[in-house]
């Protein structure tokens, strides 16, 4: 399976883990002005990710056309306890679960930093362009 | 302003009542028990299913101690719906229930005759008329009221407790009264986005008269000051603003 998924499994304590996951997502080295174009506006990254006290911390702006649409309340972005798989019919990590009759069943993910990334920001660029 | 993200730390989990063949032995907790935690699905709701009831409880735990000293004015509570089996609606309500000391027992589950009656107010409200959103992502709110800006620890966990209005009702399910979620060690676990800012304490000094405020036509500015004044009958209000 993936390193992280391991070393979230392996760790003792539940701050290890979030740790562990927002680690993840800094080593990604997202630099300052990184970007990406969702529904038609700018998201880009002004503060580079970083870790603070175990969660990752970072700015990020909404743009369209030279025009912010970044609202006041957004920055800075922190995120606690990031996620890091994606469902994956092929993944190589399964997750197991009871279904409402306890009979087990299964879900199966990989890894992908970068997918969870970018998911997030689109999911918060939601919330400002639908707010508009 | 600032935004924190938080995802459902692992110890969110969901408790099952089981009345066998009579309704109120489930929803006020006189049958069996089954407690699971961590969760890596969850479903608040019930069910009638092969001549025995069921309720069920969902419990969730963020780690929102960024959040610290701020003030809150705003929660968005969502999830990734996997399931809907709200064959009959009803609403998904949501308390602020301290659950975690020594993670997730039977002792936790709330009955409908004296435990949920004690949680107080609802802080998410979800009404499964809406329909139950299961395409991948969190495209499904939990409807997060005002009042689960109140109900965040800036200094610990937030806790919450799932129920089904039906269950706080005593309303015995004719078949499947559920929703199924992503809890906690899943692709998508339960999220909270809170928008939070440095509490301003204002500290505003009465004018210096005793004129009443009925005398005119529109109230008396009070002064703002840095310090409370020194005058004893000087009456000082103070309170928090964003």
């Known amino acids: 399976m993936g390193a992280i998924h391991d070393a979230v499994q392996a760790a ?12 993840a997502w800094v080593d990604q080295g ?17 503060v580079a990710m970083e870790m603070d006290s175990g969660d990752v911390v970072f700015n990020a ?22 996620p890091y798989m994606v ?6 990590i399964t997750i197991g679960y009871l279904d409402v009759d306890g009979n087990p069943q299964t879900i199966k993910a990989r890894e992908d930093i970068p997918a969870r990334i970018i998911s997030q920001l689109q999911d918060l660029g939601d919330k400002v362009i639908d707010a508009l | 302003m600032s935004t924190t993200v938080v995802y459902a730390s692992g110890e969110s989990g969901r408790i099952r ?27 608040p709701g019930q069910n009638f299913a092969a001549g025995d009831y069921y309720c069920y409880q969902s419990f969730l735990l963020w780690d929102t101690s960024a959040v610290g000293t701020d003030s809150v004015s705003n929660v968005d509570f969502d999830v990734d719906g996997e399931t809907d089996a709200s064959d009959v609606d009803y609403v998904v309500e949501g308390y602020a229930f301290t659950w975690s000391g020594g993670g997730l027992t039977d002792a936790d589950a709330r009955d409908s005759d004296a435990g949920i009656p004690a949680l107080g107010s609802i802080i998410s ?51 499947s009264e559920y ?27 009465k004018p210096d008269s005793d004129i009443s405020a009925s005398g005119w036509a529109t ?13 004893p009958d000087a009456t000082v209000v103070t309170g928090t603003a964003s």
Not at chain 1, 30 to 46: H, I, S
Not at chain 2, 179 to 205: E, K, M, W
């Open chain 2, 219 to 231: 109230a008396p500015l009070w002064s703002k000051v840095d310090d409370p004044p020194d005058t």
């Open chain 2, 125 to 175: 409200s979800y009404d499964t008329t809406g329909g139950w959103t299961t395409t991948a992502g969190y495209n499904q709110t939990m409807g997060a009221l005002s009042g689960f800006n109140a109900a965040i620890n800036g200094s610990g966990n937030t806790e919450v407790v799932l129920i089904s209005s039906h269950h706080r009702t005593e309303t015995a399910p004719t078949g």
């Open chain 1, 12 to 23: 003792s304590t539940e701050s290890e883990r979030k740790a562990i996951k927002a680690q």
């Open chain 2, 17 to 43: 009542l089981e009345g066998g063949p009579t309704y109120l032995d489930a929803a006020r907790n006189n049958g069996s028990i089954t407690t699971t935690g961590p969760a890596t699905t969850s479903y």
């Open chain 1, 87 to 92: 469902e994956d019919a092929a993944g190589d």
């Open chain 1, 30 to 46: 997202l630099a300052e002005g990184w970007n990406f174009t969702y529904r038609g506006y700018k998201v880009t990254l002004t």
């Open chain 2, 179 to 205: 929703v199924i979620f992503q809890c906690t060690g899943n692709t998508n676990d339960a999220r909270l986005t809170i928008t939070h800012a440095p509490s301003v304490t204002y500290t505003y000094a």
């Open chain 1, 61 to 82: 702006t909404l743009s369209k056309s030279g025009t912010d649409y970044t609202p006041a309340t957004l920055n800075p972005i922190r995120i606690v306890n990031p």
